[in-house]
């Protein structure tokens, strides 16, 4: 992620909780720093893991969402399990192709974008851009790194809508629906 930035580690332990592991850290100067990830086993997880919603028809859509990543792999993605979902998405690999869009169409109804893009433009001064051009606009972010780190660099403010990578289908349909119901 960067030498000396600390946030190799930050992800690493937002990952081992998000996945009901621990860490183990051992540093002893001029020697290093022994890291030690553990994970639950499979046979755990199985049993810890709860049973899928009956249909998941309540967590389908027909809004308009507006993808920024520019990650194309993890955007087409996206793309893809929301359309599977019944809304209808446009797609943006950067914030001025995104700023664009927000223009020209006026029925997008969500910004779902990552907090970290290169070419200039931020997630997050992409959303401040999006609500001077529509203030009703919901936002909805995504990040490989914790919400903890983000916020501690000032990427993002707390208590903003963010659904943390690597995210499933259902993680996705259940955040963008709570987001549109009742996010601002």
């Known amino acids: ?46 049993t810890a893991v709860p049973a899928p919603a009956a249909s998941g028809e309540s967590q389908r859509g027909s809004e308009t969402i507006l993808v920024v990543e520019d990650d194309a792999d993890v955007r087409q993605l996206a793309v893809t399990q929301l359309k599977s979902l019944g809304y209808r998405v446009l797609e943006a690999s950067d914030g001025t192709s995104a700023l664009a869009l927000l223009r020209d169409d006026e029925s997008i109804d969500l910004l779902f974008t990552d907090v970290v893009m290169p070419g200039g433009m931020t997630g997050r001064q992409l959303a401040e851009e999006s609500h001077r051009l529509r203030p009703e606009m919901k936002v909805l972010f995504t990040s490989g790194y914790t919400q903890n780190s983000i916020v501690h660099q000032g990427k993002l403010d707390h208590g903003v809508h963010l659904l943390s990578k690597p995210y499933r289908r259902d993680g996705l349909a259940r955040k963008i629906r709570d987001v549109l119901d009742n996010g601002s």
């Open 1 to 46: 992620v960067g030498r000396g930035s600390g946030l190799g580690l930050s992800m690493i332990y937002g990952f081992a909780k998000q996945s009901g592991g621990h860490l183990k850290i051992y540093s002893e100067l001029g020697h290093g720093t022994t890291v030690r990830l553990y994970l639950p086993s499979a046979k755990a997880l199985q």
